[in-house]
């Protein structure tokens, strides 16, 4: 936590660290979440110097979006990763198949 953080940024950040070691984080991951939960809620509420944009212009606080952007990354998985999927359930024609055409015939 940046020093001079408020003692309920911190009992937030603590709670958060918490939750995510219970859900079998390792403790380091667990503090980076958390750390970014917090300073993302910082930014929202005008308590930090900076921001960027999405933190404060995102229409979803980051308790309320519950991670429903994790794990995705910018483009989902790789064409390579759809085609090994496909590959495992034996979709016809996958070798000719593009990103968006492997997707579709996942069920994407």
Avoid: C, F, W
């Amino acid at each position: 936590m940046p020093a001079g953080s408020s003692a309920k940024r911190e009992r937030q950040y603590e709670h958060i660290k918490d939750s995510a070691e219970q859900r079998g984080e390792s403790t380091g991951r667990a503090k980076e979440i958390a750390a970014r939960t917090v300073n993302k809620e910082r930014a929202r509420s005008g308590e930090s110097r900076t921001a960027s944009r999405t933190s404060t212009k995102d229409p979803k606080s980051a308790s309320q979006r519950g991670g429903e952007r994790s794990h995705r990354g910018a483009q989902g998985p790789t064409r390579d990763q759809l085609y090994e999927e496909a590959k495992k359930k034996n979709i016809e024609g996958r070798s000719s198949m593009n990103k968006q055409e492997l997707r579709k015939a996942l069920g994407r």
